[in-house]
T-cell receptor, first 114, second 119 residues
Framework: QQQVKQSPQSLIVQKGGISIINCAYE??????FPWYQQFPGKGPALLIA?????SEKKEGRFTISFNKSAKQFSLHIMDSQPGDSATYFC?????????????FGQGTILTVHP | GAVVSQHPSWVICKSGTSVKIECRSL??????MFWYRQFPKQSLMLMAT?????????EQGVEKDKFLINHASLTLSTLTVTSAHPEDSSFYIC???????????????FGPGTRLTVL
């Protein structure tokens, strides 16, 4: 019930295209859904995050779409650039006694071809 | 703002020795710090949750006597891998969560990671 399932495992997109990564969760107690970007040999960096009281959040070229009833959320990267090539992780977390512990998806390796 | 550092960035040690990794929040106070382990091309696996001034909470399957965690202040947590063996070789990453009310209460800021290689 604590799992977060992420797909696809890898994604290849042409420069200027849209990259879409999907995640699904089971635990309805999750109330925080961040996306992280990780480059090889580096720690993850927060890209964008959403709470379940909104269905969409946009920051620059990055958009999270959230479907509470389906327990799914996705990351859309518009106008994908070669510099976006990295591994992307979705995560889900709760506050309260779990101290904000995050459960991570399996990761998606994004490659943007020039 | 919200910078987390780790030291060292990489370490090579002999089997049987102990290695200490430091995690510092540089510009904010972190009530909670988390330690993760990541194998190549895999996701982050949470090892333990560390709260300042109290004992760490370890995830199932993580040996607390092998991975010693100390969170002595609001800006420093340490992970000590005791009697390291080659199977402990991995990328260790910490994250820090700020004080409630001052930052998004769930937002975690990650360090750059420490590459441990045990020979």
């Amino acid at each position: 019930q604590q799992q977060v399932k992420q797909s696809p495992q890898s994604l290849i997109v042409q420069k200027g295209g849209i990259s879409i990564i999907n995640c699904a969760y089971e635990n309805t107690a999750f109330d925080y859904f961040p996306w992280y970007q990780q480059f090889p040999g580096k720690g993850p960096a927060l890209l964008i995050a959403i709470r379940p009281d909104v269905s969409e959040k946009k920051e620059g070229r990055f958009t999270i779409s959230f479907n509470k009833s389906a327990k799914q959320f996705s990351l859309h990267i518009m106008d994908s650039q070669p510099g976006d090539s990295a591994t992307y992780f979705c995560a889900a977390g709760t506050g309260g006694t779990s101290y904000g512990k995050l459960t991570f998806g399996q990761g998606t390796i994004l490659t943007v071809h020039p | 703002g919200a910078v987390v550092s780790q030291h060292p960035s990489w370490v090579i040690c002999k089997s049987g020795t102990s290695v200490k990794i430091e995690c510092r929040s540089l510009d904010f106070q972190a009530t909670t710090m988390f330690w993760y382990r990541q194998f190549p091309k895999q996701s982050l696996m949470l090892m333990a949750t560390s709260n300042e001034g109290s004992k760490a909470t370890y995830e199932q399957g993580v040996e607390k006597d092998k991975f010693l965690i100390n969170h002595a202040s609001l800006t420093l947590s340490t992970l000590t891998v005791t009697s390291a063996h080659p199977e402990d070789s991995s990328f260790y990453i910490c994250s820090a969560r700020g004080l409630a009310g001052l930052m998004n209460y769930n937002e975690q800021f990650f360090g750059p990671g420490t590459r441990l290689t045990v020979l």
